[in-house]
């Protein structure tokens, strides 16, 4: 028969595998639904962070602000890469859950980001509850962790990050990426292996001095302005339904909240009793909250 023929079977093997692909490419793309049961009562879960810091919370802690939540860039660490020709790509860093909260809404990831979580920017929480582990499973398995704190320490694997007695926050990075946190009146002062960063609150905003970069940011009642260098400007709108930033939408709706983000797709949080449950294109994540 045809089918038994050498060159007839490769075809056949090579039209299957091109159409997994396009299929696959068609699955990762494909924006998640919202979720059936997205007009449910709000969520026992806080949103935008949790404390896993037993020292110290609210405007100075260690915390962990889930994959999916709504920010705002400050600064984002560009990665460049070089191909085979030559030709230098800059590409920003990814968001990392871990990090240190540094007050009205500002979140340091352990990534070397500093953004403004949206849900926080513009009303800050009295007393952040506090939580003393944090499990994430589904999706691939190089994904799958488990973050616990315990007096004021936090293991994330790699990385440790502990509140000393003296009130600094140290995060020990890997290959001696180190930082040090402290909050002194009316500012925040990182202190990195080489340089210092510093954010300063005033009535009207913020200064931060990042490197050799200057951010102004302004706030009113629903906006907040952050003019950066050249033309790093960016804006955080709340809406009636949520935020908009930088071409960015967020809809916080009960206990659901979807990022419609231009740089990371679309995503949806949903919070539970004790669960977090984070769909994106293609696969789903699940976090306990303990």
């Not at 995503?267 to 994540?285: C, H, K, M, P």
């Amino acid at each position: 028969m045809a089918a038994n023929h050498p060159e007839v079977r490769v075809k056949i093997l090579l039209g299957l595998l091109v159409a997994t692909l396009v299929y696959a490419f068609f699955w990762a793309t494909k924006s998640p639904p919202f979720p059936d049961n997205w007009k449910a009562a709000e969520s026992d879960l806080p949103a935008g962070g949790f404390s896993l810091d037993s020292r110290h919370s609210g405007d100075f802690g260690i915390e962990f602000v889930p994959p999916g939540t709504p920010r705002m860039d400050v600064y984002r660490r560009m990665i460049s890469t070089t191909d085979d020709e030559g030709n230098t790509e800059n590409e920003p860093a990814d968001y990392e859950p871990l990090g240190v909260y540094l007050g009205r809404g500002y979140f340091y990831d352990i990534n070397d980001n500093l953004s403004l979580i949206a849900e926080r920017a513009f009303e800050e929480r009295k007393q952040p509850r506090l939580f003393h582990s944090i499990a994430c499973s589904g999706g691939f398995w190089w994904n799958n962790y488990e973050v616990e704190g315990t007096d004021g320490k936090v293991d994330g694997g790699s990385t440790v990050i502990e509140h000393k007695a003296d009130g600094e926050v140290f995060v020990d990075g890997p290959l001696l990426s180190n930082v040090s946190i402290k909050a002194e009146p009316g500012r925040r002062v990182l202190t990195f292996n080489m340089s210092k960063a510093e954010l300063v609150f005033h009535k009207w905003g913020e200064t931060i001095n990042w490197g050799l970069s200057s951010y102004e940011i302004q706030r009113n009642r629903d906006e907040v302005h952050c003019d950066g260098p050249l033309l790093n400007d960016h804006f955080l709108t709340k809406t009636a339904e949520g935020f908009l930033t930088d071409g960015s939408r967020a809809l916080v709706l009960g206990k659901v909240t979807r990022w419609e983000s231009s740089v990371e797709g679309t995503t949806n949080l949903v919070r539970t009793a004790n669960r977090l449950r984070l769909q994106q294109s293609g696969f789903d994540q699940q976090f306990r909250v303990d």
